[in-house]
C-alpha cells in the first residue's frame, strides 16, 4: 500500500544485500517512517516480541523470513547439523508471542519445506529463501482476495442503504499487520476503488493504541474517510444507528469458529449482537488452527508488561515521547487479546470467500481439513 504516494510492502528483502531483511519500524508511526535492517536470526526475534513489527500475518512472514536469516547463520559442515540449528532457531522465534498461530504455521512450514527441498546446507539457504518469499507473496495474495470477497458485504450494505456505509475496525488488521493490503481492510480499500462511499470509525484500541496510531496513519495515506473513537464509543455508535457493520482481524481462529484477537474485541462483538449489527472476522487461513474447538479455553493469551498500559506514547515537540499515566505505585494488568465466540460472529471472511462461524463452515471452503 502507499506511504507518502510510494507503494511499500511491510517486509522485503534489502534491494543492494539479500543477506539483509528490511522491516517498517512500526514503533513511532505514525509521526516517523522507519526503515529498519534485521541482519540475524534473534535481531528477528526481538522486533517480533518488542513489536517493531506486529500483527498476525506479518508475524508470519517475519517468521519465513528470520528462518532464512537462521539458515544463513547456520552451520554449513552438514544437513544434519544445518536442520538442529533450524529447529533451534524456529523454537526461539515461536516462543516470542504466543496468541497468533501464523508465526508456528510459518516456522513449521519452513522446517517441512526446507528438508523436503534440500538435501545439503547451501541448497537449505536457498530453499528457506524461496519458501520466506512464498509465505510473504501468499499473505499479500490472500489478503487481497479477501478484500474481494468482503467488498460484497459493504456493497449489499450500500445497495440497501443508499448512503455511506459506516464500518467499525478494532486494533490494526491493516496492511501494516500484513505483507499488503491486510484483511480487515482490504474489502474497504476495494469498496473505495469501486466507489462505494465508506466512513470508518477506527477505535484507539488501548493499550498500545495500533488502532489510532497505525490504522487511522493508513486511512491517511490510503484517503479513506475515517474518525479515530476512543475505546469506549462503539457501543454507543451502534446505539444510535451509526455503525453498519463491525469487521475486524484475528489472531486465531479454531475450527468452531471461535476468535482470539486484539483485547476489547470481545465487547465490541457483544455491543454489535445486542444492536443487530453485523460483525465479521477477516483472516487468511494461516490463521486458522485446526487443532483447537473452544478458544475461550484453549487459545493461549499473550500477557504483556505493565508499562504499556501505564504509559502513553506521542508527539511532543517534535520527538516522540513517551508519558506517565498512572501512579507510578499502581500495579496494571496487560491482557493482550480476547476471545469473541463463534456465535457472536456473522462470518469469516477468507481469501476462499465466507464462511459462518462454525466447523461445517469453515470446513465447507476448506474440505482438504475434513480428514
Ligand atoms: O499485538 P498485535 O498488535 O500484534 O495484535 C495483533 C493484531 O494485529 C490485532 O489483534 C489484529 O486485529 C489482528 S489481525 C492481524
Known amino acids: 500500500m502507499n506511504v507518502y504516494g510510494k507503494h511499500y510492502r511491510t517486509i522485503w528483502l534489502k534491494p543492494d544485500d539479500p543477506k539483509v531483511v528490511q522491516i517498517i519500524d512500526q514503533r513511532p508511526l505514525p509521526h516517523k517512517f522507519v526503515v529498519e535492517d534485521l541482519t540475524s536470526t534473534d535481531e528477528m526475534a526481538r522486533a517480533i516480541k518488542e513489536m517493531h513489527l506486529r500483527g498476525a500475518g506479518l508475524i508470519g512472514a517475519a517468521a519465513g523470513y528470520g528462518m532464512y536469516l537462521a539458515a544463513l547463520e547456520a552451520p554449513q559442515s552438514s544437513f544434519a547439523t544445518f536442520m538442529d540449528y533450524l529447529r533451534?532457531?524456529?523454537?526461539?522465534?515461536?516462543?516470542?508471542?504466543?496468541?497468533?498461530?501464523?508465526?508456528?504455521?510459518?516456522?513449521?512450514?519452513?522446517?517441512?519445506?526446507?528438508?523436503?527441498?534440500?538435501?545439503?546446507?547451501?541448497?537449505?539457504?536457498?530453499?528457506?529463501?524461496?519458501?520466506?518469499?512464498?509465505?510473504?507473496?501468499?499473505?499479500?495474495?490472500?489478503?487481497?482476495?479477501i478484500g474481494e470477497h468482503g467488498v460484497k458485504i459493504i456493497e449489499e450494505i450500500y445497495e440497501k442503504k443508499g448512503d455511506t456505509v459506516n464500518i467499525l475496525t478494532h486494533c490494526n488488521a491493516g496492511w501494516l499487520a500484513f505483507v499488503d493490503y491486510g484483511t480487515a481492510t482490504a474489502?474497504?480499500?476495494?469498496?473505495?476503488?469501486?466507489?462505494?462511499?465508506?466512513?470508518?470509525?477506527?477505535?484507539?484500541?488501548?493499550?498500545?493504541?495500533?488502532?489510532?496510531?497505525?490504522?487511522?496513519w493508513e486511512m491517511v495515506q490510503q484517503e479513506v474517510p475515517h474518525t479515530v473513537i476512543a475505546d469506549n464509543t462503539g457501543g454507543h455508535l451502534m446505539q444510535h444507528g451509526m455503525v453498519d457493520m463491525?469487521?475486524?482481524?484475528?489472531?486465531?481462529?479454531?475450527?468452531?469458529?471461535?476468535?482470539?484477537?486484539?483485547?476489547?474485541?470481545?465487547?465490541?462483538?457483544?455491543?454489535?449482537?445486542?444492536?443487530?449489527?453485523?460483525?465479521?472476522?477477516?483472516?487468511?487461513?494461516?490463521?486458522?488452527?485446526?487443532?483447537?474447538?473452544?478458544?475461550?479455553?484453549?487459545?493461549?493469551?499473550?500477557?504483556?508488561?505493565?508499562?504499556?498500559?501505564?504509559?502513553?506514547?506521542?508527539?511532543?515537540?517534535?520527538?516522540?515521547?513517551?508519558?506517565?499515566?498512572?501512579?507510578?505505585?499502581?500495579?496494571?494488568?496487560?491482557?493482550?487479546?480476547?476471545?469473541?465466540?463463534?456465535?457472536?460472529?456473522?462470518?469469516?471472511?477468507?481469501?476462499?470467500?465466507?464462511?459462518?462461524?462454525?466447523?461445517?463452515?469453515?470446513?465447507?471452503?476448506?474440505?482438504?481439513?475434513?480428514?
Open 88 to 145: 533451534a532457531a524456529g523454537e526461539k522465534l515461536k516462543q516470542t508471542r504466543p496468541t497468533a498461530v501464523n508465526l508456528e504455521w510459518a516456522v513449521e512450514r519452513q522446517l517441512a519445506e526446507i528438508a523436503s527441498r534440500a538435501t545439503i546446507p547451501a541448497e537449505g539457504v536457498k530453499a528457506a529463501l524461496a519458501v520466506a518469499t512464498e509465505i510473504a507473496d501468499e499473505d499479500a495474495e490472500f489478503c487481497r482476495r
Open 187 to 216: 474489502p474497504m480499500y476495494e469498496a473505495q476503488k469501486r466507489g462505494i462511499p465508506i466512513h470508518v470509525w477506527v477505535d484507539e484500541t488501548r493499550p498500545r493504541n495500533q488502532g489510532a496510531r497505525l490504522t487511522a
Open 246 to 371: 463491525v469487521i475486524t482481524g484475528a489472531d486465531r481462529v479454531t475450527r468452531c469458529g471461535d476468535v482470539a484477537n486484539k483485547i476489547g474485541t470481545y465487547l465490541k462483538a457483544l455491543a454489535a449482537a445486542d444492536n443487530g449489527v453485523p460483525f465479521y472476522v477477516a483472516l487468511p487461513s494461516s490463521t486458522l488452527d485446526w487443532t483447537i474447538c473452544d478458544g475461550v479455553r484453549d487459545i493461549p493469551i499473550e500477557q504483556r508488561g505493565d508499562d504499556e498500559v501505564k504509559y502513553i506514547q506521542g508527539l511532543h515537540e517534535g520527538e516522540v515521547k513517551k508519558v506517565l499515566l498512572t501512579p507510578p505505585e499502581s500495579p496494571a494488568a496487560n491482557f493482550g487479546f480476547d476471545v469473541t465466540p463463534a456465535r457472536l460472529v456473522r462470518g469469516l471472511i477468507t481469501e476462499r470467500g465466507i464462511a459462518s462461524a462454525s466447523e461445517e463452515g469453515l470446513l465447507e471452503l476448506y474440505p482438504e481439513r475434513r480428514s
